[in-house]
């Protein structure tokens, strides 16, 4: 059983519209990070996000932390074919260190 | 170097045969972990070293997975006795101490036919 549940696992959309991923989990993380992976490659710290209610913005990406923070979206405003990737969030489970990550969403933004 | 580097890229390997999967951090990082990632899934944790020595090996499967880190810098993940199951994308990240941002290598794609 996975710690954290990402939402959808896969999502495909045509350039210009717009997308959220959603990271849940039933346990409360003292912080919760965003990764992009592409093929072939290792994923890229995107954000990390640590305070309930927060919000970060990255250029056109938006990533929020819940006020419980036991859940976590990213929103895509006129997603580009760049911003195909997987997407994967992680965080250390409550009384540990290591990152656990969810099983990703699969973005692929068609042109 | 600038990155985090793995090599090989790519390992094919008949089961039962041994293998070893190299990672060069990024220089002055003291912090090195790998992670095991499977066919639509994330990363999972395989092992943490805190400059030479093996902080937390909680996440190595089995006795057959076993990862050196002598000086302090290139790590060496070893797996005896392959079998199919351990297909998968090792990955190897490294961060300046073990709470600072991790950066990932491209990973090392094992297949074991």
């Known amino acids: 059983t996975q710690l954290l549940e990402q939402s959808p696992q896969f999502l495909s959309i045509q350039e210009g519209e717009n997308l959220t991923v959603y990271c849940n989990s039933s346990?409360?993380?003292?912080?919760l990070q965003w990764y992009r992976q592409e093929p072939g490659e290792g994923p890229v710290l995107l954000v990390t996000?640590?305070?309930?209610?927060e919000v970060k913005k990255l250029k056109r990406l938006t990533f929020q932390f819940g006020d419980a923070r036991k859940d976590s979206s990213l929103h895509i405003t006129a997603a580009q074919p760049g911003d195909t990737g997987l997407y994967l969030c992680?965080?250390?489970?409550?009384?540990?260190?290591?990152?656990?990550f969810g099983a990703g969403t699969t973005v692929t933004v068609r042109a | 170097g600038a990155g985090v580097s793995q090599t090989p890229s790519n390992k094919v390997t008949e089961k039962g045969k041994y293998v070893e999967l190299r990672c060069d951090p990024i220089?002055?990082?003291?912090?090195l972990y790998w992670y095991r990632q499977s066919l639509g899934q994330g990363p999972e944790f395989l092992i943490y070293f805190q400059g030479t020595g093996a902080a937390d090996d909680s996440g190595l499967p089995n006795d057959r997975f076993f990862a050196v880190r002598p000086e302090g810098s290139v790590s060496t993940l070893k797996i005896q006795r392959t079998e199919r199951g351990d297909s998968a994308v090792y990955l190897c990240a490294s961060s300046l101490t073990y709470r600072e941002k991790a950066f990932f290598g491209q990973g090392t794609r094992l297949t074991v036919v």
């Open positions: 996000v640590v305070t309930g209610g």
């Open positions: 220089s002055g990082h003291t912090a």
């Open positions: 992680a965080g250390p489970p409550p009384g540990d260190y290591k990152l656990s």
């Open positions: 346990s409360v993380f003292s912080s």
